[in-house]
């Protein structure tokens, strides 16, 4: 048995017989109450509770480590590797049998309880020691699977490919399965496909009033509609700014650069907010046009024109990232090739240009397409009676009418149209791609674009650009007056209100945002690090070994994606609310959420920075007799480090500005910024919430800068072999 | 540090399978400790993935491998005691030529001082003292060969393997890195393996050869028997030039075949071949062009000439087809059209079975 088994080992025991197996409500560090009656009572271990009686049925669990435990010493090589993959596969199985047997009180699978000697007993949710048996159970499976051969013997491969699946098993694809299993089951608890078939069916969804009569057409229509209409619109305003940017003289590339990074550390919801300060009724804009022009003021802003705008306005820059990378991924000898055979500038776009940009131009639709389905901050603030799936999903569970029912068959709707978008791109655009960089020089020049298609995309972009500099002058200067629209006394008013510190009597931060803003910057830095980790490791994986089931493993990750984040809090909540996992209203639950969210994030940029290092280093790296762990850390993270920096910033950023997903998540105890700031956008006090969004703005390029600080250059001599050719592609920041 | 010298290596009927490609298909072949052997073949012959194979960065599907007479059939690459030079160098970029070449020594747990001084060693003989504080890409190409070799020694392993580690290297300067790897090898005693398309290169380094093609072995041996005495058409047209020609085996004596090259008859070693088509390797310097209507040999007519310097490129048409001449010394260019006849020297033609 290798040291690193023996260690798994001792992990498992420490969680077996010296942690807490249960969650224990009220545990603190500095007030160790909850701890009286250790090791027996709520905050006792599994070996002693087991064998005081409370609990026999964790008993077996621990019988598994023990045989394993039996072969410590043993030099025989496959005996030691088949009682481990039997120990630990037992043990595992076990681990969840009673589980999922044994929650409360009547509820969980009463014949399967019965099987392992528990009818009847209740158990609350699991906590670290549980957790700590569990890793230690999965890794001595793992470490008998590679004495076995398995990805070439390495211990480190096995555990880390065990410990990610793992870890997507237990919270992507569990909470999924929970969302499906809620939607074909009644208020009951029992299956009821009819039941399902007729939630589908409901009117409220397919209903096609707007069409046949004059009343709202159903919530998966109009999510429909918007999606199309956002996904054109953003690409045509995306490929306009590109084209005019990468093929004319046009002035203002770092600024327009610098524009689309903007809308990254913007929370989602916040352009929405901006555009009811202009628009609304009581906007300013609307309050000039009445009092110049007599205009009256409406609510035309709320409904499907205002809830696009937003999404337009969130959304362009990002198909304009991705597009700017197409156009300049076409080869200019091509175009020039197409010149020195006779045609003119307008002929060479319409041949060669256009139709190499095709499938550039489908991707950053379809990402459109997704993000619109996915948004939920601006329908919610901007969306009036006109109802998308997102919002509709959190007003069935959070609204006056819970029915979780609903909310799932809803969901499972939401999550179809983002997958099926989702499959098209990957299917059907995955190798079409016709843009080529490759290593050899490209000396031709670009050619100048063709003069009307100039002046159409300059007309296109001229009122997008101006409206996105008139809204972050609206964010800027929002907070610092009395009333945006109705009276411009400049006021620090807001900033007090949201973030007063009282000095009087030591430090005392007073103001009502400070409790929320630190929750956000404590969970944001918690889940950042974890979330690059996670996925630099999967990445990591997915690129450098092989083994079976890599690509379900790839397919997993990629699809995570694609769940939009109002489905996988609904999942959370659904899945989480109840044992063997019980972690809803805790601070646990949010950082959780978001590393699973952001993980994909950090396994794209992964996988980006990955595909630039040439392999063979790993290989003269392992020739050297460098485990995979070292050759992990001492070559490929320090020639990885511009995609940590960019996992770790996309996921921090992230952490702080999304909402869909954690909406459902907070607690009174544990109140995010965003949630925060929704709430008082819902309670009419724009000032304060602009107020804030421009502070979590300023926060976030701040914890950036810090971000690439710390993290810090790779060196690579003076002579840079390893060009990075192109920046990693845009995450789609699925809301 | 104990040195563990030398060790040999030996595959029993390996396979590599990746889904449905066989890359490698039950090899058999033994290299002696202390021995320089080469594979030699095509691009996708399978002779990198062997190599991969010895090095334990793929695990056989099927089969035996044994280092040092031990079973490392499952071992994976940390486990083996073997260095590998790559193709691309695989320099790590963001560390200096001393830490690289002392990069082994230290992930083995060595002190630095200990890595430093025997990396140091190593650089010294391979003759870059003096360049420890540079980064790879401050080196020439040479130079990043340099290091990858001394990185790659610095551990002593019981193997040494090269993946074609001359291809990004200028025509000049391979001829001398190899020769430089060869004394190095002869000095050190060290156990090579050598992968390359190169057959001159092959030939030049080599003790024995190991020419594979489409995932087999088609003939090991010295370069010298593998050059005049090709087991098949393949060995005889990749090692060196051949011109393979149809024939006619009359009789077989004594070891002894009569062979008929169209009309000309000549007596060859039988190579265990029975009367009957066959066919014959002809290396181009074997044939040499005499005065038209000599009797005993083949006429033909000139087709091209062409100077290379030392020797002239020759195509003549003949009764068996076009044949490749070579003709070495300052001889006259002959013209197009001009009636020759060919006739064969007494070596350089070996009897090969016909496909």
């Known amino acids: ?735 | 540090m104990a040195k563990a010298g030398p060790a040999s290596v030996e595959f029993r009927n390996v396979s590599m399978r990746y889904g449905a490609v066989t890359a490698v298909d039950n090899v058999n072949f033994t290299i002696k400790a202390g021995e320089l052997v080469t594979l030699l073949g095509p691009s996708g012959c399978g002779k990198t993935t062997t190599l991969r194979m010895i090095a334990g960065l793929e695990i056989a599907s099927e089969g035996q491998i044994l280092i040092g007479g031990k079973d490392v059939t499952k071992l994976s690459a940390a486990d083996r005691d073997v260095s590998m030079v790559f193709q691309s160098y695989a320099l790590f970029p963001h560390m200096t030529v001393l830490e690289n070449a002392a990069y082994g020594p230290t992930v083995k747990g060595l002190s630095k001082a200990d890595a430093a001084r025997m990396a140091l060693e190593k650089l010294e003989l391979v003759g870059l003292k003096g360049f420890e504080g540079r980064y790879p890409s401050e080196l020439s190409g040479g130079q990043q060969q340099r290091v990858a070799v001394a990185r790659a020694l610095v551990l002593e392993p019981q193997v040494l393997l090269f993946d074609e580690p001359l291809s990004n290297l200028d025509a000049k300067l391979r001829r001398r890195v190899r020769e430089e790897i060869r004394e190095l090898q002869q000095d050190l005693n060290l156990t090579v393996a050598y992968v390359t398309h190169d057959q001159e290169e092959a030939l030049a380094v080599s003790d024995r050869i190991i020419v594979m093609s489409n995932a087999r072995i088609a003939q090991q041996g010295a370069p010298r028997s593998l050059y005049e005495e090709p087991a098949d058409a393949f060995v005889a047209d990749f090692i060196g030039d051949a011109n393979l020609v149809d024939v006619t085996v009359r009789k077989v004596a004594g070891g002894h075949a009569d062979v008929s090259i169209g009309s000309v008859t000549v007596s060859l070693p039988a190579r265990g071949l029975a009367p009957g088509p066959a066919r014959v390797a002809i290396r181009p310097e074997a044939l040499l062009i005499g005065e038209a209507g000599k009797p005993g040999a083949l006429p033909g007519k000139i087709r091209k000439c062409a100077y290379l310097g030392n020797h002239l490129d020759i195509m003549v048409e003949t009764e068996v087809g076009e044949l490749f001449v070579v003709q070495y010394g300052a001889r006259e260019m002959l013209e197009p059209g001009l009636p020759v006849t060919i006739s064969f020297a007494s070596s350089g033609l070996t009897l090969i079975p016909s496909a």
């Open chain 1, 1 to 735: 048995m290798a040291p690193a088994t023996r260690l798994a080992l001792l992990i498992g025991w420490i969680g077996y017989a010296l942690m807490p197996w249960y969650l224990v409500e009220g545990m603190s560090l500095t007030s160790l109450g909850w701890l009286s009656e250790y090791p027996f009572g709520k905050a006792g271990s599994a070996l002693a509770l087991s064998f005081s009686g409370q609990t026999p049925w964790l008993l077996p669990v621990g019988v598994a480590l023990g045989l394993a435990t039996a072969f410590i010493a043993s030099q025989d090589r496959p005996l030691v590797a088949r009682a481990l993959i039997w120990a630990g596969l037992v043990g595992i199985v076990l681990f969840f049998a009673q589980g999922f047997a044994i929650t409360l009180k009547d509820q969980g699978i009463p014949w399967l309880a019965a099987l392992v000697g528990a009818a009847g007993a209740a158990q609350p949710g699991v906590g670290g020691g549980a957790f700590l048996t569990l890793l230690g159970l999965l890794l001595l499976l793992c470490h008998g699977l590679a004495y076995r051969g398995i990805c070439r013997g390495d211990l480190f491969t096995t555990s880390a490919i065990g410990v990610v699946i793992l870890l997507i098993g237990l919270f992507i694809f569990f909470p999924v399965s929970i969302i499906l299993k809620s939607a074909l089951v009644d208020q009951n608890g029992a299956l009821a496909p009819s039941a399902f078939i007729a939630r589908f069916l409901d009117s409220s969804i397919w209903g096609l009033g707007c069409v046949t009569s004059n009343t709202n057409c159903g919530v998966a229509w109009n999510t429909l509609i918007l999606a199309v209409l956002c996904g054109v619109i953003t690409t045509v305003l995306g490929l306009a700014c590109a084209l005019l940017i990468l093929r004319t003289g046009m002035p203002g590339k770092r600024i327009m650069r610098a524009l689309t990074v903007l809308p990254i550390i913007t929370p989602p919801f916040v352009i929405g907010l901006a555009l009811i300060l202009l628009f609304g009724r009581a906007g300013a804009v609307s309050t000039l046009l009445y009092e110049w022009f007599a205009i009256p003021r409406s609510r035309w802003l709320y409904g499907l024109p205002g809830v696009l705008l937003a999404q337009v306005l969130a959304f362009a820059p990002i198909a304009f990232l991705v597009l700017i990378g197409v156009v300049q991924g076409i080869s200019p000898s091509l175009e020039e090739a197409s010149q020195t055979l006779g045609a003119r500038r307008w002929q060479t776009f319409r041949t060669v240009t256009w139709p190499l940009l095709k499938p550039g131009i489908a991707n950053a639709f379809l990402l459109g397409f997704v993000e619109s389905m996915a948004d939920f901050g601006n329908p919610l603030v901007l969306g009036g009676n006109y109802e998308v799936l997102a919002t509709k999903i959190f007003f069935a569970v959070v609204g006056a009418s819970y029915n979780q029912g609903q909310a799932a068959v809803l969901a499972v709707i939401l999550l179809a149209f983002t997958l099926g978008a989702f499959w098209v791109q990957q299917r059907w655009l995955g190798d079409k791609s016709y843009t080529t960089v490759t290593g050899k020089g490209d000396a031709g020049l670009p050619t100048p674009l063709p003069r009307r298609i100039t002046w159409l995309s300059a007309t296109l972009i001229l009122p997008w650009v101006a409206l996105t500099v008139v809204i972050y002058a609206v964010i800027v200067v929002g907070g610092f007056v009395r009333n945006m629209g109705r009276d411009f006394t400049p006021t620090l008013e807001h900033y007090r209100t949201g973030f007063a510190i009282d000095f009087s009597n030591g430090i005392f931060f007073e103001g009502s945002a400070w409790s929320s803003f630190f929750t956000t910057v404590k969970v944001a830095a918690i889940s950042a690090p974890l979330t690059a980790g996670i996925g630099l490791l999967t990445a990591y994986l997915l690129t450098r070994q092989r083994f079976r089931g890599r690509g379900m493993l790839e397919f997993a990750t990629m699809l995570s994606f694609a769940i939009p984040g109002t489905v996988l809090g609904v999942a959370y909540i659904l899945a989480f609310n109840v044992p063997p996992v019980e972690i809803t209203g805790t601070g646990l639950i949010l950082v959780i959420a978001f590393v699973f969210r952001n993980m994909p994030v950090g396994v794209r940029s992964g996988i980006a920075g990955l595909s630039q290092i040439d392999k063979s280093l790993d290989e003269a790296s392992t020739t050297l007799r460098a485990r995979s762990f070292t050759t992990l850390w001492r070559v490929v993270l320090p020639l990885l480090k511009p995609a940590l920096v960019s996992a770790l910033v996309y996921s921090f950023v992230r952490s702080m500005t999304a909402v869909s997903a954690v909406i459902f998540l907070v607690s009174a105890e544990y109140n995010l910024a965003t949630a925060y700031i929704v709430g008082r956008v819902e309670a009419g006090e724009f000032g304060l919430a602009i107020a804030y969004s421009s502070v979590l703005i300023v926060f976030m390029t701040f914890g950036i800068g810090v971000i690439q600080l710390t993290v810090g250059e790779r060196k690579l001599g003076r002579r840079t072999r390893i060009a990075t050719i192109a920046a990693p592609a845009p995450a789609p920041a699925v809301g």
